[in-house]
T-cell receptor, first 113, second 111 residues
Framework: SAVISQKPSRDICQRGTSLTIQCQVD?????MFWYRQQPGQSLTLIAT?????????ESGFVIDKFPISRPNLTFSTLTVSNMSPEDSSIYLC??????????FGPGTRLTVL | QKEVEQNSGPLSVPEGAIASLNCTYS??????FFWYRQYSGKSPELIMS????GDKEDGRFTAQLNKASQYVSLLIRDSQPSDSATYLC???????????FGQGTRLTINP
């Protein structure tokens, strides 16, 4: 199965700043997914990143707040812009497996002060 | 709005007993059903998938699906303290990009 790495694993940031999270997969994948998991909550899909096209954002998430890059088939970044304490969450990168389920990376734990 | 409902718990089960986790979903067109386990501070990992009505067994885990009742469950036999985690139910209807997750059930196995 795929190996997914994320950087940073955790960070503490100041309000108003931005953080870019990197996701690296050890094999080529068509779609990469970015999820958010707020404290004590379930997983919410932020956007789907396809190589060579604009990311597709879910309702409630906008490109200005969460810009995504997908320069190749093994790498993606998610930026959390102009952060507020409400952005404190775990951000998870994931890929599709067997056309059916999701395989998750280790996550980035973000705290915004 | 597709919804997946789980009892958030916490569910407390004695070691060696059977833990039963339940999930209901709103969309009758759902085609795929998954159980993920998430240890505290870790990312979710897939433990079971089921696509057709009935039971599917894998070791100590059994997934049960009843599409008529829009209900999926996970049974853990001979529960171990290492099974203590949050269990997330996920339902899909056309590929991984359309998975909807429940809020998760926190399970504690007491020695």
């Amino acid at each position: 199965s795929a190996v997914i790495s994320q950087k940073p694993s955790r960070d503490i940031c100041q309000r108003g700043t931005s953080l870019t999270i990197q996701c690296q997969v050890d094999s080529q994948v068509t779609m990469m997914f970015w999820y958010r998991q707020q404290p004590g909550q379930s997983l919410t899909l932020i956007a789907t990143a396809n190589q060579g096209s604009e990311a597709t954002y879910e309702s409630g998430f906008v490109i200005d707040k969460f810009p995504i890059s997908r320069p190749n088939l093994t790498f993606s970044t998610l930026t959390v812009s102009n952060m507020s304490p409400e952005d404190s969450s775990i951000y998870l990168c994931s890929v599709e497996r067997e056309g059916q389920y999701l395989y998750f990376g280790p996550g980035t734990r973000l705290t915004v002060l | 709005q597709k919804e997946v409902e789980q009892n958030s718990g916490p569910l407390s089960v004695p070691e060696g007993a059977i833990a039963s986790l339940n999930c209901t979903y709103s969309d009758r067109g759902s085609q795929s059903f998954f159980w993920y386990r998430q240890y505290s501070g870790k990312s979710p990992e897939l433990i079971m998938s089921i696509y057709s009505n009935g039971d599917k067994e894998d070791g100590r885990f059994t997934a049960q699906l009843n599409k008529a009742s829009q209900y999926v469950s996970l049974l853990i036999r001979d529960s171990q303290p290492s099974d203590s985690a949050t269990y997330l139910c996920a339902v899909g209807w056309g590929g991984a990009q359309k998975l909807v997750f429940g809020q998760g059930t926190r399970l504690t196995i007491n020695p």
